[in-house]
Nanobody, 122 residues
Framework: VQLAESGGGLVQPGGSLRLSCAAS????????MHWARQVPGKGFEWVSR???????YYADSVKGRFTISRDNAKNTVYLQMNSLKPEDTAVYYC?????????????????WGQGTQVTVSS
């Protein structure tokens, strides 16, 4: 299983970024895919997930600003992030294979990517 995130970078507050995660090594269309974020030395936060049937769920902190989507033909999951705030600054991971209902660390997933840095700053 391989997950490769891309699309991070530096953006001003109020700006937008689109993260991508290319997946391989498993039947992508059958799996729930997650986005989570980590601030080094600080907390882990689950951000969003999309089920195999396309159902989407979001953390309250990003609801209305972030949109998760998937393209099963491309084995890719996306995270469109709008109205970005400085507190969105983090390393963003895509992941799959949650070991429990409430994930609290990246280790609660079987598989995750290397992460992509998002920095929101003026």
């Amino acid at each position: 299983v391989q997950l490769a995130e891309s699309g991070g970078g530096l953006v001003q507050p109020g700006g937008s970024l689109r993260l991508s995660c290319a997946a391989s090594g498993f039947i992508f269309s059958s799996k729930t895919m997650h986005w989570a974020r980590q601030v080094p030395g600080k907390g882990f936060e689950w951000v969003s997930r999309i089920s195999s049937d396309g159902s989407t769920y979001y953390a309250d902190s990003v609801k209305g600003r972030f949109t998760i989507s998937r393209d099963n033909a491309k084995n890719t999951v996306y995270l469109q992030m709008n109205s970005l705030k400085p507190e969105d600054t983090a390393v963003y991971y895509c992941a799959t294979g949650a070991k429990r209902v409430m994930v609290t660390t990246i280790d609660d997933y079987k598989y995750w990517g290397q992460g992509t840095q998002v920095t929101v700053s003026s």
